[in-house]
């Protein structure tokens, strides 16, 4: 769902992490806990991680912003920050030419090792650095990215996700962290007045996955401390997902009179894609 930046980021086909280590997964404030409420996921390819951040605005509402990352050198990387608007979570049919991005700022991340960091980023001129580590509910699976992957045979789902086929609803994408029997899924969509929105479920199963879908508010992305005694969640709605193999699923979902279901893909911008098991 980042097209635009995904195609400057396309090349060449195969580069291995500086470090060797894959740092795919979801990541939260270190201390893990200690600012519950947001997260941030990094799809992790060859030289490159795609962040999709999500967070509170100004307001307290949700919002999210995404960051295509290359490498910059070590186990640094840094690009700029997108705030995303687009058709509602309930457009049909969903129209890419309607999604704009527009940029908010810059973001850098930078690995101590393969479980901790920072995330230092500026947006609209406030700029700050977390401290920040792996969120971690079950089995962490492994993560390689290697030019003989076969994500058809991927047992664990753990990636970004959008609608299939790849690119036909450019602007909309949801987020797996799979970890044992349960995957945590962001969904990164828009609102009725097409600001961003994004809605995450706990889902349990084997090869197929339900759980209430949930909106979040809490305290804007630039308090200082950040008090997760403020995070309200309320639930809006009902979540499915189900899998035919490692690279193909769905994903239904009912929030209030809207019941869809699509059909999703990995989200793959360095060939072949990063698989975990």
């Known amino acids: 769902y ?24 979801l990541w939260w404030n270190a201390p893990a806990g200690s600012e519950s409420g947001w997260g941030i996921n990094f799809a992790h390819q060859g030289d490159v991680i795609v962040a999709t951040w999500f967070t509170y ?3 307290g509402k949700g919002w999210w912003l995404v960051m295509t990352a290359p490498n910059t ?17 309930d457009a049909m049919p969903f129209d890419p030419s309607q999604v704009v991005r527009t940029v908010v700022g810059t973001g850098t991340i930078a690995f101590t090792d393969a479980n901790t960091g920072t995330f230092a980023y500026t947006v609209n001129g406030v700029s700050q650095t977390k401290n920040i580590t792996r969120q971690v509910f079950g089995a962490l699976p492994e993560c390689t990215f290697d030019p003989l992957n076969n994500l058809v045979t991927a047992t664990n789902y753990q990636d970004l996700w959008w609608n299939s086929p790849g690119g036909s609803e450019s602007g909309w994408g949801i987020s797996l962290t799979h970890q044992g029997d349960t995957i945590f899924a962001v969904w990164f969509t828009y609102d009725h007045d097409r600001s961003p ?8 199963g084997t ?26 969640q309320t639930k809006v709605g009902d979540a499915f997902l189900g899998f035919v193999d490692g690279n193909r699923g769905a994903f239904g979902y009912s929030v209030g009179e809207t019941h869809l ?14 698989l975990c098991r």
């Open 261 to 274: 279901t699509k059909l999703i893909t990995r989200e793959v911008f360095r060939s072949p894609g990063t």
């Open 207 to 232: 090869s197929a996955y339900f759980g209430d879908l949930i909106r979040t508010t809490g305290p804007p992305f630039n308090s200082v401390p950040f008090d997760p005694a403020a995070v309200r």
């Open 197 to 204: 929105m994004w809605l995450v479920v706990t889902a349990k």
């Open 73 to 89: 050198g070590g186990n640094t990387y840094s690009g700029a920050l997108y705030q995303t608007t687009g058709p509602p979570f």
């Open 2 to 25: 980042l097209a635009d930046q995904v195609v400057v980021a396309a090349a060449p086909p195969f580069s291995s992490p500086i470090s060797g280590v894959n740092y795919e997964g």
């Open 57 to 59: 605005d100004l307001t």
